[in-house]
């Protein structure tokens, strides 16, 4: 496609429930973030790819938050044994270039609610 | 850790006229980039706007532009002539020079009225 797709676009879940979101980057895309946006605030940083390889995920709340992006395209994140704080729209984010410094590309998000 | 701050939840302005949203940051350091991202309700963030800290020169697009005051650590956002289209969230980030993660703040929304 021509954007980052992410999927699925709304999630709810019952407390205790692992949860996995996908996001498809746009083709080529070396780089890819995802944030996390609660309600009524901005995105808060949470993992970076480089490829396939994770260089930072200093933004994970838990140890209940993984991602990965095996071969360096599709990204998941997932959250094991969700709890209410982890309702929130998460986004993923690519760009062309490694690193920071290109422009990044938004997905529309994911909508979790945790019940 | 560096802190944003929007001090405007909410902003009106009418079309064709000319709104500033505020934005100011707090760092120590020298080397990082100052952004304005806008989010329409379908939730797709767009980049506005970005500065480097070591520019003087103020960044322009089209009817965007920002008056950075890298003393005053405040990197405010002009919209000029302004369309129905532009009502959105708009949000103000930093990112340091080394790293990887945008720090937004909480976010001005905006509305024009006809």
């Known amino acids: 496609g021509a954007g980052v797709s992410q999927s699925p676009r709304y999630k709810v879940a019952k407390r205790g429930q692992d949860v996995a979101l996908r996001c498809d980057p746009i083709s080529g895309h070396v780089s890819l973030f995802w944030y996390q946006q609660a309600l009524g605030q901005g995105p808060e940083f949470l993992t970076y790819?480089?490829?396939?390889?994770?260089?930072?995920k200093s933004g994970l709340p838990s140890d209940r938050f993984f991602a990965e992006r095996p071969e360096g395209s599709v990204s998941t994140l997932k959250i094991q044994r969700t709890q209410q704080e982890d309702s929130a729209v998460y986004l993923c984010?690519?760009?062309?270039?490694?690193?920071?410094?290109?422009?990044?590309?938004f997905g529309e998000g994911s909508r979790l609610t945790v019940l | 850790a560096q802190t944003v701050t929007q001090s405007q939840p909410e902003m009106s302005v009418q079309e064709a006229e000319t709104v500033t949203l505020s934005c100011t940051y707090d760092?120590?350091?020298?080397?990082?980039?100052l952004f304005w991202y806008k989010q329409p309700p379908s939730r797709q963030m767009i980049l506005v706007i970005r500065?480097?800290?070591?520019?003087?020169q103020n960044a322009t697009e089209n009817r965007f532009s920002v008056n950075f005051q890298k003393a005053a650590k405040s990197f405010s956002l002009k919209i000029s002539d302004s369309q129905l289209g532009d009502a959105a969230m708009y949000f103000c980030?930093?990112?340091?020079?080394?790293?990887?993660?945008?720090?937004f703040g909480k976010g001005t929304s905006l509305l024009v009225t006809p």
């Open positions: 500065q480097e800290a070591y520019k003087q």
């Open positions: 984010a690519s760009s062309p270039l490694q690193g920071p410094t290109g422009e990044l590309f």
């Open positions: 980030a930093y990112r340091s020079g080394g790293g990887y993660a945008l720090n």
């Open positions: 760092t120590s350091e020298s080397d990082y980039y």
């Open positions: 790819f480089q490829n396939e390889a994770q260089l930072d």
